[in-house]
T-cell receptor, first 112, second 115 residues
Framework: DTGVSQNPRHKITKRGQNVTFRCDPISEHNRLYWYRQTLGQGPEFLTYFQNEAQLEKSRLLSDRFSAERPKGSFSTLEIQRTEQGDSAMYLC??????????FGNGTRLTVT | QQPVQSPQAVILREGEDAVINCSSSKALYSVHWYRQKHGEAPVFLMILLKGGEQKGHDKISASFNEKKQQSSLYLTASQLSYSGTYFCGTEREAYSGAGSYQLTFGKGTKLSVIP
C-alpha cells in the first residue's frame, strides 16, 4: 500500500490556459473521488468513479471540468480555460466499497 | 446539503475534553470523521453507519443518532497531537436504503491543544 499519489504537487498557470492533474489510487481500490478544497473550507465534492464508470458529478461543476478514469486505474482531472476562481487544492481519494476515503496530498492550483 | 459543524473552533489545554457536533437536514446512511493538519491531506478517523452505534479508538470516540441526523466526536484527555481541523463527512441515504456513495463534508472545526 503506497498510498494515493497525485501529480503535480503544485501548478501555476495563467488564466485561460488548460491544466490536467493525475491521480494514482491505491491499487485495489475500486472507488475514486475528486474533491476541491479552498482555505478554511471542507473538501467540496467534484466527481466520483466506480471502476472506470463516472457515476456522479457535482451540479456545481462547470462544463470546463472533466475527469476520466480509463481502465479503472489512474484518473485525470482537466480544467479548461482556467479562471482565478479555480485556484484551490484539488484532492483525490480512493476507497473500497463502504470503506474510508484515503486522500492524496493534493495538487495546489494557482491561476494568475 | 452540507452538514453543519459546531463549534467552528475550540482551544483546549492538554488533558481537557472536547465534543464536536455534526448535523444534517437529510436522512443519513453514514457519517465519516477526518482530521486534517495544516498543509496535509485529511486522515480518516472513523465511520459510523446508521443504527446509532458508537465507535472509538484510544481516547477518540463518536456516536451517530440517525433519528436526529446528528453525529458527535468525543475527544478525551486531549494531547498536543490532536490539534488540527476536524471534518465530518455525511453520506445520504438513497431511495433504496443503501448509501449514495457521495460524501459531503462540513466546513470543519479547528481544534488547538496548548500545553
Amino acid at each position: 500500500d503506497t498510498g494515493v499519489s497525485q501529480n503535480p504537487r503544485h501548478k501555476i498557470t495563467k488564466r485561460g490556459q488548460n491544466v490536467t492533474f493525475r491521480c494514482d489510487p491505491i491499487s485495489e481500490h475500486n472507488r475514486l473521488y475528486w474533491y476541491r478544497q479552498t482555505l478554511g473550507q471542507g473538501p467540496e465534492f467534484l466527481t466520483y468513479f466506480q471502476n472506470e464508470a463516472q457515476l456522479e458529478k457535482s451540479r456545481l461543476l462547470s462544463d470546463r471540468f472533466s475527469a476520466e478514469r480509463p481502465k479503472g486505474s489512474f484518473s485525470t482531472l482537466e480544467i479548461q480555460r482556467t479562471e482565478q476562481g479555480d485556484s484551490a487544492m484539488y484532492l483525490c481519494a480512493s476507497s473500497l466499497k463502504g470503506g474510508p476515503l484515503h486522500f492524496g496530498n493534493g495538487t495546489r492550483l494557482t491561476v494568475t | 446539503q452540507q452538514p453543519v459543524q459546531s463549534p467552528q473552533a475550540v482551544i483546549l489545554r492538554e488533558g481537557e475534553d472536547a465534543v464536536i457536533n455534526c448535523s444534517s437536514s437529510k436522512a443519513l446512511y453514514s457519517v465519516h470523521w477526518y482530521r486534517q493538519k495544516h498543509g496535509e491531506a485529511p486522515v480518516f478517523l472513523m465511520i459510523l453507519l446508521k443504527g446509532g452505534e458508537q465507535k472509538g479508538h484510544d481516547k477518540i470516540s463518536a456516536s451517530f443518532n440517525e433519528k436526529k441526523q446528528q453525529s458527535s466526536l468525543y475527544l478525551t484527555a486531549s494531547q498536543l497531537s490532536y490539534s488540527g481541523t476536524y471534518f465530518c463527512g455525511t453520506e445520504r441515504e438513497a431511495y433504496s436504503g443503501a448509501g449514495s456513495y457521495q460524501l459531503t463534508f462540513g466546513k470543519g472545526t479547528k481544534l488547538s491543544v496548548i500545553p
